[in-house]
């Protein structure tokens, strides 16, 4: 089992950053990737960024070049940067780990880019 919890949501201004975190724990040496993910309302949740244990990232088009995946091991932490936000970028991002056939979520973090 791994369970996560994200953290570094917030309000910000178009143009503006912020950090996403995302604390995995439980048996985190078997995740395979992690990955972010985001759901608008009246929209389905699509994938943001993953990145694999090995350090492979993988972008949506819409945030490539403006968005960083990383993971820190040994925090068993995942990180997504967000720079140059839009207001489209507004919602609520969940945090998600892959361990063999299952797939684990956190609770969500509220994004919210206001123009």
């Known amino acids: 089992q791994v369970q996560l919890v994200e953290s570094g949501g917030g309000l910000v201004q178009a143009g503006g950053s912020l950090r996403l975190s995302c604390a995995a724990s439980?048996?985190?040496?078997?995740?395979?990737?992690t990955g972010w993910y985001r759901q608008a309302p009246g929209k389905q949740r699509s994938l943001v960024a993953s990145?694999?244990?090995?350090?492979?990232?993988n972008y949506a088009g819409s945030v490539k070049g403006r968005f960083t995946i990383s993971r820190d091991a040994a925090k068993s932490t995942a990180y997504l940067q967000m720079n140059s936000l839009k207001p489209e970028d507004t919602a609520v991002y969940y945090c998600?780990?892959?361990?063999?056939?299952?797939?684990?979520w956190g609770q969500g973090t509220q994004v919210t880019v206001s123009s």
């Open positions: 998600n780990a892959a361990y063999g056939a299952l797939n684990f």
């Open positions: 439980g048996s985190t040496s078997n995740i395979a990737s």
């Open positions: 990145i694999t244990s090995g350090g492979s990232a």
